[in-house]
């Protein structure tokens, strides 16, 4: 990091992309249906909760983190069942985050800016699962975090 850059390898990249194509129709099509559906409806009853259900550790962290950058591209659109799927990644423990998911997510954040409130949330909360001193220090939540740069 002597650079203030932090690199993640292009294949490490590529994966996070590859597994989020997995994931994709299914989160699409269940977020579209939750927008019209009852937004009061329990979190499992819904299609992003029945998603969520079905998926292991390492689909669910493919799923978080398709939804939060989903969430980041088109914060300024109706992303209320998006971040509400984002949440509830969020607040599940012992999915086994590496270190390059969190660094990928803080790198979504940074890059979305402070015009999406939300853009920590599912970053907080998979950084606090990786041992002390994985990743640089935090400052009032706000990571002090240079952009990373695939490849």
């Known amino acids: 990091?002597?650079?203030?850059?932090?690199?993640?390898?292009?294949?490490?990249?590529?994966?996070?992309?590859?597994?989020?194509?997995?994931?994709?129709?299914?989160?699409?099509?269940?977020?579209?249906?939750?927008?019209?559906?009852d937004p009061?409806?329990?979190?499992?009853?819904?299609?992003?909760?029945?998603?969520?259900?079905?998926?292991?550790?390492?689909?669910?962290?493919a799923l978080?983190?398709?939804?939060?950058?989903?969430?980041?591209?088109?914060?300024?659109?109706?992303?209320?069942?998006g971040l509400r799927l984002v949440r509830e990644i969020a607040g599940r423990g012992g999915l086994g985050w590496t270190a390059d998911e969190v660094r990928w997510l803080l790198d979504q954040s940074h890059a979305a800016g402070s015009a999406a409130a939300h853009r920590l949330t599912l970053p907080l909360a998979a950084a606090a699962e990786l041992p002390p001193g994985t990743l640089p220090e935090w400052r009032d939540e706000t990571p002090e975090w240079p952009r990373l740069l695939a490849g």
Do not use: K, N
Request: hydrophobic share 45%; net charge positive; glycine share 10%.
């Open 64 to 81: 978080g983190m398709w939804a939060h950058h989903w969430c980041m591209r088109f914060y300024d659109d109706d992303t209320r069942v």
């Open 1 to 37: 990091m002597r650079s203030g850059q932090v690199r993640l390898d292009r294949a490490v990249v590529q994966g996070f992309y590859d597994r989020m194509r997995v994931v994709a129709p299914a989160a699409y099509g269940a977020i579209e249906r939750d927008r019209a559906d």
């Open 40 to 61: 009061g409806r329990a979190f499992a009853e819904t299609a992003c909760g029945r998603l969520a259900g079905s998926l292991d550790a390492a689909g669910l962290r």
